[in-house]
């Protein structure tokens, strides 16, 4: 290409070059990332400087620096950037850059769960329902689960369940809690798996079915829930025959669908 060639050649877009940052990032081209990056972030692109943030707080591309995220985290989430906030909020909780501040920690997560970020929705649904660096909101526990699961949160999923199952700001639904667990059993969510197996033990939302019941609680097993699992499983046990827990074994070891 000639020097007059490039010199009307068009530059890159900043959206190009956030597209092809990503394109490195998940090819694991971390370094390449940077590259682009780094002079965005440093112009006050906020996607841009999210980015650097969370390259800085996994260590990614660059040795882990928490100082060093949490600055550039803070830039983008003072410009609105959903992932910043999240990111910003996450170290807050932890203490990862800055002192540890429960109460700093919701109001970041709360920013972004405003902005429909789902992850941000699903820890501030957890932070609600226990009082977390906010007064408790069963309510607002609700609220922002039901929000999360809509984007596929299988924790917030299981939490709907425990919501409901233990009348948290609701009427006690024993079959709603067994849906929502059942929703996140199926996606692989090993405590709703426990809870869906001692609904089935006990009949409480669905029909009572110990073969079902010691299914899932063996899939709960497997997914490293045993303490929670242990007392039902036993329960189950005892009221199958051996053909009843070889069935439910056959399908504890079958793939989700």
Known sequence: MSWVARLFEKAPSTEECLSKALVAWNAAEYGVALDLWAPLAQAGVARAQSNMGAAFLEGRGVARDLEKATAWLRRAADQ??????????????????????????????????????????????????????????????????????????????????????????????????????????????????????????????????????????LRAEAGGVGELAVGFLHEAQAHTKPSQRAEAARRAAEPLS
């Open 80 to 217: 609105g950037d959903a992932g910043g906030q999240r990111n910003l909020a996450l170290c807050y909780y932890e203490g990862w850059g800055v002192p540890q501040d429960q109460v700093e920690a919701a109001h970041w997560y709360e920013r972004a769960a405003e902005q429909d970020d789902p992850d941000a929705q699903d820890m501030l649904s957890w932070m609600k329902l226990i009082g977390g660096g906010c007064p408790q909101d069963y309510l607002g526990a609700r609220m922002w689960a039901e929000k999360a699961a809509a984007h596929g949160r299988v924790g917030a999923m299981a939490r709907l369940g425990d919501i409901h199952h233990n009348a948290l700001g609701v009427e006690r639904d024993p079959a709603l809690a067994a849906e929502w667990w059942g929703r996140a059993a199926r996606l692989g969510q090993a405590e709703a798996q426990a809870m869906l197996g001692a609904a089935y033990l006990a009949g409480k939302g669905v029909a009572r079915d110990p073969v079902e019941a010691l299914h899932w609680l």
